[in-house]
């Protein structure tokens, strides 16, 4: 069993949708980052958290420490919201190392017109 | 402007090759990470160096050897390339290795590697 796992691997929605990826963790964590990596490859770090709730735009990300479980809002989806979502956390001390990142599987989204 | 530069993109090469795949932050960033993206779209660490020194090693095969000139640049090495190398490898950067303060990480636009 992965350390982070996330759900729905898989997502489809219409434009204007509200849009909610999941996140559940089961290590010790300093932050929990969530990413965006497009068709085209590359990745974008969205948000970095460690409480509470933060919000850029249409995205908003919360956190609940003690369920050890985050989750990602998008609002009024549209299509170029379309990619691959990636959660990582920070693992605390991790085998001796500090900010390691354990990575989800990423949920695909994809948003039709 | 670009903050972590990869070089090559594409990188297309037969088993039992030697390649290197460079990587340079000009965030000023002191940590610096390599990462492997497989078939599956699954990221997972490889290496991280701080100021040049290396802090994590994740159980990666000898075959590959990291090098930092210097804070700003992280270079890959992989000797005896093999299928299995097969992968999209990432470069990262981030301000410090601070567990606290759980620094955001920059990607690079990652080196797509193929070994036939």
């Known amino acids: 069993k992965n350390e982070v796992e996330q759900s729905p691997q898989n997502l489809t929605a219409q434009e204007g949708e509200f849009i909610t990826i999941n996140c559940s963790y089961s290590?010790?964590?300093?932050?929990l980052h969530w990413l965006q990596q497009h068709p085209g490859g590359g990745i974008v770090s969205l948000f970095m958290l460690s409480s509470g709730k933060k919000k850029h735009g249409r995205l908003i990300a919360t956190i609940n420490i003690q369920e050890k479980h985050s989750s990602l809002h998008i609002t009024a989806s549209h299509p170029r919201d379309s990619a691959v979502y990636i959660c990582a956390v920070g693992a605390l001390n991790y085998g001796g190392a500090t900010n390691k990142l354990i990575f989800g599987t990423g949920t695909l989204l994809a948003v039709q017109p | 402007d670009t903050a972590v530069s990869q070089t090559p993109k594409y990188l297309v090469t037969q088993m039992g090759n030697d390649k290197s795949i460079k990587c340079e932050q000009n965030?000023?960033?002191?940590?610096m990470y390599w990462y492997k993206q497989d078939s599956k779209k699954f990221l997972k660490i490889m290496f991280s160096?701080?100021?040049?020194?290396?802090?994590i090693n994740e159980t990666v095969p000898n075959r590959f050897s990291p090098k930092s000139p210097d804070k700003a640049h992280l270079n890959l090495h992989i000797n005896s390339l093999e299928l299995g190398d097969s992968a999209v490898y990432f470069c990262?950067?981030?301000?410090?290795?601070?567990?606290?303060?759980?620094?955001?990480?920059?990607f690079g636009p990652g080196t797509r590697l193929t070994v036939t």
């Open positions: 160096y701080n100021n040049k020194e290396l802090i």
């Open positions: 990262a950067s981030s301000p410090t290795m601070d567990s606290l303060s759980g620094r955001e990480q920059y």
């Open positions: 965030l000023g960033h002191d940590t």
């Open positions: 290590v010790g964590i300093s932050a």
